[in-house]
């Protein structure tokens, strides 16, 4: 209800974007934070810089101040607080992005466990 597929022609970008209106997110680790952007004009361009950026999976937009902040965090990482006031602040959610190493250690982890589970059946044996 409050989330929304956000699709914007503006971003040349193959990246899937769900906005979170009126919202706030409060990651769990302060080091997820890596970047913020002042004077920034429009959503638009904060879509733009997190797009561009591969580290970052979560921006924080606010309208008010003009300030996009760039997270390298996952939602479910951290807590999304939703407001039913106006906050004139947005959270975009890159949802099909990950980080550079993250594919790398999860192929590293399925085949360590695949050898590791190989050697001990042949051990029983």
């Known amino acids: 209800m409050f989330k929304m597929l956000f699709l914007l022609v ?7 974007i769900s906005q979170y209106k009126n919202a706030q ?7 997820f934070l890596f970047d913020m952007k002042n004077s ?3 959503i638009c361009d ?12 979560t921006a ?3 309208d008010l101040s003009k300030q996009c902040t760039l997270l390298s965090a996952k ?6 607080q939703l407001r039913t ?3 004139m602040m947005s959270v975009l959610s890159f949802t099909n992005k990950t980080l550079p190493g993250m594919l790398t250690d999860f192929i590293s982890l399925i ?10 059946i042949d051990e029983d044996n």
Request: aromatic share 14%; proline share 2%.
């Open 111 to 120: 085949i360590f466990q695949f050898f590791f589970r190989s050697n001990s």
């Open 25 to 31: 997110f409060v990651p769990n680790d302060i080091h």
């Open 60 to 62: 924080v937009y606010s």
């Open 75 to 80: 939602l479910n990482q951290g807590q999304l």
């Open 46 to 57: 904060c879509v733009s810089y997190c797009s561009n950026n591969s580290m970052c999976l």
């Open 85 to 87: 006031t106006d906050l």
């Open 10 to 16: 503006c971003v040349c970008s193959t990246d899937q």
């Open 40 to 42: 920034v004009n429009s």
